[in-house]
């Protein structure tokens, strides 16, 4: 996987359109066409000083979990510890909220405000689910830990 040219592809992406939930849904839908094992690719958008996440754009099934509390799951427990969650075996996984039967592994990047100089607070998060178990590499997790820093810098700018 050329992982570097697809990183490149996702930053002019973003710079297509102007509103974040358009370029965020860009990034869903060619991501989960050019990764063949991204099965489903979404972000969790965290809501202020709630510990609340809730479903952003996403490509792939519909999915229940349209808000999860920081904690419960693979994403409330990534977006409570601030860190990367890869997990390779989603069955081995106690707490961990099934969307579908078909999902076998997943991984979950924590999105944080770009450069803060104060403490880092976290904005949303990138959820990948595969139908493939151990689809997640190291690879991907520098890939998607990159493409993170990307979103919270694309982010900021419109905001600004
Ligand atoms: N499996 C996730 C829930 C979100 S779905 O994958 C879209 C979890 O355990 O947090």
Redesign the pocket.
Known sequence: MDYDSIFTECASLLHKENTILHNLKALCDYLHKAIPHYD?F?FYIAKKDKHELVLGP?CGES?D?VS?PFG?????QAAETQKTFLVSD?SKEEN????SIK?KS?I?VPIFTPNSKQEKKIIGEI?I?SHTINAFTKDDETFLQKLSILVAENIASIQQ
């Open positions: 489903w979404g996403y999915t979990h999860i419960k799951g693979i994403c409330g989603v961990y909220l099934a969307c999902v997943e979950v959820d689910d």
